[in-house]
């Protein structure tokens, strides 16, 4: 068996070597979408985490049984939930017409996904609510638009979309929201193998002591309605295009957290990149990691190679196999349990 032959899920918490793709999908169309969680998949990822929306899990599906055809692995398939705001579910928006024209136009200079254009605002497909043009219009034009899946809604979409786990984005204080969340979830009678738990601290502005009763909470809670939990502690979200140094960010929320969690899987995301595996301490309870951004931004230029060629990724051998070195380059320390103790 190749050395970097992804063990189940489940074993991977269990020996500190599982790996979540976070696609995301608010900044792809549907083929990229196919094309990036089967590459990640055919890396040996023991999960793809995706938005709440069917036909992104659909497309998704359609990655994931062409590589479980070809490769003979599959990894789950989570959906993500938030049981409030949160800026993993939001877009930009402005009215371009309000805009005077001798705007210099700093919101555009400053979008790192271009999704800002001259005439047509904020392209939907494109932005994935990282925030920072708001505070740079100088007549504060823009706003945030929440794009959050009713707390209600769950259970009929998880009925529908029938995925392995599901994360729950949570933050201080909203422990109701949680409970009613997770009851929502469970209305839908689908056997989930997990319920992630997404709690940041530098994104709520408090201590780790605070992160920590929030967290035992929700532990509480989930062991009330049976269910086992992954606790996703949030470095920097959505900060991995900001440079190498946000990947410690994430570590130094473990280093903090890791004595003083609740019992279950501690995995790392926000910021995390391929410079996050250095930083790791022995000892540090460690289940494992997620990469978004930066899994997405190594394989963006492959997608756009195959669309030009009006291909798919999977259709395309070439383009696959080099795709699929450069995601294995970032997976494969993690599957090999390659950490560098200090
Ligand atoms: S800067 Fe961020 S929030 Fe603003 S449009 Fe670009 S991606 Fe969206
Ligand atoms: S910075 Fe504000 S005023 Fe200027 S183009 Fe952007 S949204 Fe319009």
């Excluded at 410079?275 to 394989?299: C, D, E, M, P």
């Excluded at 995601?327 to 320390?333: D, H, Q, S, V, Y």
Aim: glycine fraction near 8%.
């Amino acid at each position: 068996m190749n050395k970097h032959f992804p063990c189940s899920p489940e074993v991977a918490l269990r020996q500190g070597n599982w790996v979540k793709f976070i696609c995301g999908a608010s900044n792809e169309d549907l083929t990229s979408i196919s094309d990036l969680c089967a590459i990640y998949a055919a890396a040996g990822v023991n999960c793809i985490d995706l938005a709440p929306d069917s036909a992104v899990v659909a497309a998704a599906r359609e990655g994931l049984d062409w590589v479980e055809t070809n490769h003979g692995i599959r990894p789950w398939l989570m959906i993500s939930v938030t049981d409030g705001k949160d800026i993993h579910f939001r877009k930009a928006i402005f009215d371009p017409k309000s805009c005077p024209k001798e705007c210099k136009r700093p919101c555009e200079k400053t979008c790192p996904t271009y999704a800002i254009t001259r005439n047509n605002g904020v392209r939907e497909d494109l932005c994935y609510g990282c925030g920072r043009c708001i505070p740079v219009c100088p007549l504060d034009l823009i706003h945030e638009k929440n794009t959050v899946l009713k707390i209600e809604d769950f259970g009929d979409l998880i009925s529908k979309v029938k995925p392995d786990a599901v994360e729950i984005h949570t933050a201080p204080g909203r422990i109701n929201a949680f409970e009613n969340s997770l009851k929502s979830i469970l209305n839908s009678k689908v056997d989930l193998k997990r319920i992630a738990v997404s709690c940041g601290l530098e994104i709520n502005g408090i201590s780790q002591y605070q992160l920590s009763q929030e967290l035992w909470s929700r532990h509480e809670c989930l062991r009330r309605y049976n269910q086992k939990p992954i606790w996703q502690l949030d470095g920097r979200p959505m900060s991995s295009d900001l440079g190498i140094s946000t990947g410690k960010a994430a570590v130094s929320l473990l280093k903090k957290m890791h004595s003083i969690a609740p019992p279950g899987p501690l995995q790392l995301a926000g910021g995390t990149n391929a410079q996050t595996i250095n930083h790791i301490v022995s000892n540090s309870g460690l289940a494992g990691i997620a990469f978004g951004g930066i899994a997405r931004k190594l394989i963006q230029p492959f997608l756009i190679e195959a669309k030009a060629r009006n291909k798919k990724l999977i259709h395309w051998p070439e383009g696959w196999h080099r795709a699929l070195k450069v995601a294995k380059g970032l997976i494969n320390p993690w599957l090999s349990n390659n950490y560098h103790i200090n």
